[in-house]
Nanobody
Framework: QVQLQESGPGLVKPSQTLSLICTVS??????????WSWIRQPPGQGLEWLGV???????YTRPSLKSRISMSRDTSKNHISLQLRSVTPEDTAVYYC???????????????WGQGTQVTVSS
């Protein structure tokens, strides 16, 4: 079955770059009409969509974060990466990656999720 797993440092200092990797197994990240998304959940708050990268390498990111965020992929490793620069304590959250079905065919349909990884921004 499809599995996604987030990994990266659990603690990042303010002004540094938060870098995470989502390892996908059971499905190629280049599968047609699929995409791979990053979502986060700050403590006590709801889910916040961060961005998505499609099978065709198209990318879309949250407008409020566009100056700080980037996403990329490594097809040889079946990895999706996230970079969030100049972080502050407000970026503290559980970060998730998730698969998106029917990408390019209509509204996003999220199917598989990773377990999430806690990232704390603190000195």
């Amino acid at each position: 079955q499809v599995q996604l797993q987030e990994s990266g440092p659990g603690l990042v200092k303010p002004s540094q770059t938060l870098s995470l990797i989502c390892t996908v197994s059971g499905q190629s990240i280049t599968t047609t009409h699929y995409a791979w998304s990053w979502i986060r959940q700050p403590p006590g708050q709801g889910l916040e969509w961060l961005g998505v990268i499609g099978y065709d390498e198209s990318t879309y990111t949250r407008p409020s974060l566009k100056s700080r965020i980037s996403m990329s992929r490594d097809t040889s490793k079946n990895h999706i990466s996230l970079q969030l620069r100049s972080v502050t304590p407000e970026d503290t959250a559980v970060y998730y990656c998730a698969s998106v079905a029917k990408y390019g065919l209509g509204p996003y349909e999220y199917d598989y999720w990773g377990q999430g990884t806690q990232v704390t921004v603190s000195s």
